[in-house]
């Protein structure tokens, strides 16, 4: 009975450590010892400079999308992908950001005392299988879609991932105001390009990034 006890605390524990303890490397070098898990609803890790005023910034900078996975990643798909094909997605994931901030923050290219810096980078990237996942999108009328998601992850079958960081400076001071880790499942529309949410990673992010500064300002 005392080893079974043993046995269950060493799992929780290891369970514990595997949803609080984010991975290292990529871009945020010694800020990364900084992340403390997020707030419900925005990214799973992050750090805010104690003391900066975020209510200031009312346009961003952002810096092309680039691919630096981590030692700690599953999988490193990037790696295999064409180069042009790379650069494209990259291209692809820095408009799809640039315009999730524009809506609400205009995106600019010079700094200024109001002008945040976003650097986003993949650490990690698992592509979808859309013939895998068109199978497992036809279900028989009345059964559960939650059958057709991996057990654990809740991820969609077939469907791909993506992991990033972020790192923000203020423009004019390139002073590190805030570090972040987050990742990002396909949807089920998503699955069905190769890449799909990658793309839709970075609109979702943009808009993340748009709702914290809505909040800076609304004093929250």
Request: glycine residues 10%.
């Amino acid at each position: 009975m005392k080893k079974i006890f043993v046995l269950v605390m060493g799992l929780m524990l290891l369970a514990s450590c595997a949803t609080t303890t984010p991975p290292t490397t990529g871009i945020l070098g010694d800020y990364y010892t900084k992340l403390q898990p997020g707030p419900e609803g925005g990214a799973k890790f992050r750090w805010l400079k104690p003391g900066v005023d975020f209510s200031k910034y009312n346009k961003v900078i952002v810096v092309p999308v680039s691919f630096v996975p981590t030692n700690d990643s599953e999988k490193k798909d990037a790696a295999g992908i064409d180069p042009e094909k790379l650069k494209e997605l990259g291209d692809k994931c820095t408009q799809a950001l640039a315009n999730a901030i524009n809506e609400k923050y205009p995106v600019v290219t010079e700094p200024g005392p109001d002008v945040a810096r976003v650097r986003m980078a993949i650490i990690d990237l698992k592509r979808s299988y859309p013939v895998l996942s068109g199978v497992t999108s036809v279900v028989p009328m009345g059964l559960a879609l939650t059958i057709l998601k991996k057990p654990v992850t809740g991820r969609w079958t077939g469907g791909g991932a993506t992991a990033a960081q972020l790192l923000a400076t203020d423009s004019t001071t390139n002073e590190v105001i805030g570090a972040a880790q987050d990742n990002y499942e396909a949807g089920f529309l998503e699955r069905f390009s190769s890449y799909g949410s990658a793309e839709d990673a970075f609109k979702h992010w943009g808009e993340g990034i748009v709702k914290f500064l809505d909040q800076a300002k609304a004093g929250k």
